[in-house]
């Protein structure tokens, strides 16, 4: 049998496949470009898709928000506790409620927040790839660490490095924004690691804050805040921010953190002592819970007016918006001088403003967060008089009388007087501009007069220089009393000498006897018969006026006198004593002060003084003084505590009352205290304390002087 000799030899299948190799790598190398390329797009595409998801995610998140505020470059974690931003004391930075928070974070290693964290686990960790937003709720405690989640999941992501970058801005529709600037980075080996210099995607985006951007009447509450610790002087549209302060948002602490990731975030530095900054945007996503909001009123100028809690859903009423006005008037510091500029200026309460929106549209605002009400002052200078006319007065600033032809340095009333030079300047002295003292019941103003007795004369007469003018007072005819023991042997005195105060007191010819005896001047006078001279089975009764002719003679009550015309007005001393009675329901009961203190509470603190809550303390008691021999007391005894300032009228309570048997009241100026018990004799004794405390806000010295103590006594 014939074998087949035919095949191929061993050197020929040798050089086929040299020559198939050949081939196949020249084939190659001209695919292997274009499976370069193909790798290359669709990176890139996969890039494109990656940045555009989380923009819309971003958007989802935002878009509708409620209220926003974004702290750009923020080292550390923000106090948000209970939802509100807070500062360094612990109250509300913002009035603003939030339930989210997204986190911007360029510079830790991805995934880093969590627990599980493995720099071997992904390609994007062995590659130390950077950048992400983060996404937590906002409850009680402030950010929830627990909910921290990278925004998309942090597979979205890949294996590229991130950066964000997110502030307000306006439209051309001048309608707020919020925009989000997009870079990714793909990654390239370096032999040893990987570098990061290639941008594959860059996208800035614009995002219409539509509840914000909304001005009708239940969307009028909601805000977007920006602060920021860096400047853009090429754009300032850009940066529609403040400087971020962080006393003003205060930094949170924790005692721990469920990652090495959340425990850098709260110390603002990594691992290598590397600085993080965030930036964060908190956003109010839905509704907060229904609770009370609170609405602090101040002035433009940061001095608080007022602060009150109102139910969630309510309006601010207008009976409020009229208390709020008076007491913004009544801090108008009128012609002032401006300390930073040494200008004279004038200031005068304008309008309110919520956001910068008249609190007269924003009233019909369902209310729901926190909101700041602030006065808004005009103030405008004061311009140079040509010249002042002065006017000084007889009176010291206490209002004390000083004499005929005695006169206060400090002037009455200064008018400038501005030539035609000034808008609505003349030159002119006119009527209205000269006002008159009020003087008092024994002083009558009469005419203003200068240095050389020539009186004035105003009617729009032309002014060349500064002129002075002095006031001219009329005696009013008076009627001098003299108080003497009464006629009595066992009253402690000499019968018919003055009493030991040695009082004598002048008032009005025609002064009616009931003001007489409500005088301040009378009250002293009286505790010395009630307290001091008056024997212990005696009590005052009324006071007697005496005959001026005949000084043993008693003419009647001071009360039966309708006025004190039928008396002496040249000088001469008219005599008055007290009646006194014996004492009905036995035992001598006296009266003693124990205290009367002023202890003003703190209230709040302005930038130039403290303001204080008034408040005194009075403690008192009455004895009955009988000897052994002597009566028990059984009955009823009305003491009067008399102040110098109407106090029921400026709103002061009576609180914390003590006393067995007794009822207390305050009506005007006086606090009545009705007593009625038993007194033993030798020493039975009765106490009683009360306090005055005043809910309004006054400078320390005017907190001591509401409760001035005019003095007491009993009847």
């Not at 090495?260 to 110390?267: F, H, T």
């Not at 039975?684 to 809910?695: H, I, K, N, V």
Request: charge should be negative; proline fraction near 4%; glycine fraction near 8%.
């Amino acid at each position: 049998m014939k074998s087949n000799k035919k095949g191929f030899t061993l050197v020929e299948l040798i050089i086929v496949s040299t020559i198939m190799v050949m081939i196949m790598g020249a084939i190659l190398n001209f695919i292997q470009p274009m499976n370069n390329f193909y790798s290359r797009t669709l990176y890139n595409s996969d890039a494109n898709d990656v940045g555009s998801i989380l923009q819309d995610y971003f958007e989802k998140e935002v878009r509708y928000s409620l209220n926003m505020c974004i702290l750009e470059g923020y080292e550390g974690v923000p106090d948000v506790t209970g939802g509100y931003l807070r500062d360094f004391n612990g109250k509300k930075a913002i009035k603003q409620k939030f339930t989210d928070v997204i986190i911007i974070d360029n510079n830790s290693l991805r995934g880093r927040v969590y627990s599980t964290y493995d720099e071997n686990k992904t390609a994007a960790h062995r590659k130390h790839a950077t950048g992400a937003l983060l996404k937590a709720k906002v409850g009680a405690a402030g950010i929830d660490m627990d909910t921290l989640n990278i925004l998309g999941k942090e597979e979205l992501y890949s294996d590229m490095r991130c950066e964000f970058e997110a502030y307000l801005n306006i439209d051309d529709a001048k309608n707020k924004c919020i925009t989000l600037s997009s870079k990714l980075w793909k990654p390239e080996g370096n032999g040893v690691g990987y570098d990061f210099n290639k941008i594959i995607f860059n996208q800035t985006r614009d995002f219409e804050l539509v509840n914000i951007n909304l001005r009708d009447a239940d969307k009028m509450m909601y805000s977007a805040e920006y602060w920021t610790t860096r400047v853009d002087p090429n754009d300032t549209l850009k940066y529609l921010a403040q400087t971020l302060d962080y006393s003003k948002f205060a930094r949170a602490t924790s005692a721990s953190a469920p990652s090495d990731g959340i425990s850098e975030m709260y110390a603002g530095v990594d691992s290598r002592g590397v600085t993080l900054p965030f930036t964060y945007i908190f956003y109010t996503k839905a509704e907060p819970e229904t609770e009370d909001v609170v609405v602090s009123v101040n002035t433009d100028e940061g001095v608080s007016i007022d602060e009150k809690s109102y139910t969630s859903g309510s309006l601010i009423s207008d009976s409020d918006i009229t208390a709020w006005t008076n007491t913004a008037k009544g801090m108008e510091r009128g012609a002032y001088t401006d300390a930073s500029t040494g200008e004279r200026k004038f200031e005068e309460f304008s309008h309110f403003e919520v956001n910068g929106v008249d609190l007269e549209t924003f009233k019909s605002t369902i209310l729901t967060n926190d909101i700041e009400v602030v006065a808004i002052y005009s103030r405008r200078v004061i311009p140079t008089p040509d010249y002042i006319v002065s006017f000084y007065d007889s009176y010291d600033d206490l209002h004390n009388w000083l004499g005929h032809g005695t006169y206060n340095s400090n002037s009455y009333r200064e008018v400038p007087i501005y030539g035609i030079a000034c808008e609505d300047g003349d030159g002119n002295l006119d009527d209205d501009e000269v006002s008159s003292p009020s003087g008092d019941e024994l002083h009558v103003f009469d005419h203003w007069e200068d240095a050389s007795g020539n009186p004035l004369v105003a009617g729009g007469r032309a002014v060349y220089f500064n002129e002075s003018y002095y006031a001219v007072y009329n005696d009013v005819p008076q009627v001098v009393f003299g108080f003497r023991y009464a006629d009595e042997p066992e009253i402690g005195g000499a019968e018919g000498s003055l009493l030991a105060s040695g009082a004598t007191m002048s008032v009005r010819y025609d002064r009616t006897s009931s003001s007489f005896l409500a005088d301040p001047q009378l009250r002293p006078i009286e505790l010395e018969v009630q307290n001091g001279i008056r024997p212990y089975n005696k009590e005052f009764k009324y006071w007697e006026i005496l005959d001026p002719s005949d000084p043993d003679t008693v003419l009647g009550k001071v009360s039966d006198l309708a006025d004190f015309t039928s008396l002496p007005t040249d000088g001469t001393v008219v005599f008055i004593q007290p009646h006194l009675e014996d004492t009905p329901t036995g035992g001598t009961v006296q009266m003693y002060n124990d205290s009367v203190s002023c202890n003003p509470e703190y209230a709040r603190w302005t930038p130039t003084e403290p303001y204080y809550y008034p408040k005194a303390n009075v403690r008192l008691h009455i004895t009955n003084e009988d000897p052994w021999d002597g009566n028990d007391f059984s009955g009823t005894k009305t003491i009067k505590v008399k102040f110098k300032q109407d106090l029921e009228s400026q709103g002061v309570q009576l609180i914390n009352t003590n006393g067995s048997g007794a009822t207390f009241s305050l009506s005007a100026d006086t606090v009545t205290i009705v007593y009625t018990g038993t007194l033993t004799k030798c020493g039975g004794r009765a106490e009683f304390s009360f306090d005055l405390r005043c809910p309004n806000e006054y400078v320390q010295a005017d907190a001591n002087k509401l409760f001035d103590f005019d003095g007491m006594y009993m009847e």
